[in-house]
């Protein structure tokens, strides 16, 4: 598993995917968080660093199904699948290989907004006016939620070999697992069911964890979606030798 971590993770770094992506992550942040005025801390006043954690799932929700969209779509078109399949490694620890290696590259494109937390710390009015917990909860949620991402899209790379319908397939998935369940849930017709129809999206779950209240509930939640995704792609892969 960690030959193919390493491998995958070196063939983003050795392609312009990865640096793009960053890139795009950190420029589109920086400019809500600094520049435009409806979002700006420096208009709105108040030490905190909602905005980049209100932004950053949306920007996640199309940036990471880039990212993973070449998992196993690539290999297809290549036809190197079969061979990694014939290596003495089992199906799940070549799709954990691929999936840490997505899940990795994500992360490493949050590193440089603690940089944002340092700004906004030393911004404070006193300085350290800022409530560190829910920052803490906030990356918390989004580290699960860019493990949740990933798990998608390396789902939706494993059914497609044309990795634009893979991009497109993880970005509908993504939607309707992040808010898609809230927006049912507004339906009427459900009643008093909605707010458990809500519960199913991972939206309810990132918001009550980004208060800095670590809820076993929640974390449970995020870690038993990226299983059923993960155990999904074995299932697809499995499938092959059908």
């Known amino acids: 598993m960690l030959a193919i971590l390493k491998k995958e993770f070196n063939g ?49 929700l199309f940036l990471i199904p880039a990212i993973t969209m070449r998992t196993f779509a690539e290999e297809k078109r290549e036809g190197t699948i079969e061979l990694l399949l014939t290596k003495p490694i089992s199906d799940l620890q070549l799709i954990l290989g691929k999936y840490f290696a997505a899940l ?46 990933c798990a998608i899209g390396v789902f939706a790379s494993s059914v497609s070999s044309n990795q634009i319908i893979s991009f497109v397939i993880a970005v509908f998935l993504c939607y309707i697992i992040y808010t898609g369940f809230d927006l049912i849930a507004s339906i009427p017709m459900w009643g008093s069911y909605g707010y458990m129809i809500s519960q199913l999206g991972i939206s309810y779950h990132y918001s009550a964890i980004s208060k800095g209240l670590v809820d076993s509930r929640d974390v449970l939640y995020f870690i038993s979606v990226i299983a059923i995704m993960l155990l999904a792609t074995t299932l697809v892969l499995k499938s092959r030798k059908w």
């Open 104 to 149: 990795l590259l994500a992360l490493f494109a949050l590193l440089p907004t603690l940089l944002y937390y340092y700004s906004v710390y030393e911004l404070g009015n006193p300085q350290g006016n800022i409530d560190s917990a829910a920052v803490v909860g906030s990356y918390l949620g989004l580290i699960f939620l860019a493990g949740v991402f």
């Open 12 to 60: 983003f770094l050795n392609s312009l995917i990865a640096y793009i992506v960053i890139a795009v992550f950190l420029v589109a942040i920086g400019m809500f968080m600094w520049v435009f005025p409806e979002s700006s801390v420096l208009e709105y006043g108040f030490a905190d660093m909602q905005t980049l954690f209100s932004m950053a799932p949306w920007l996640f």
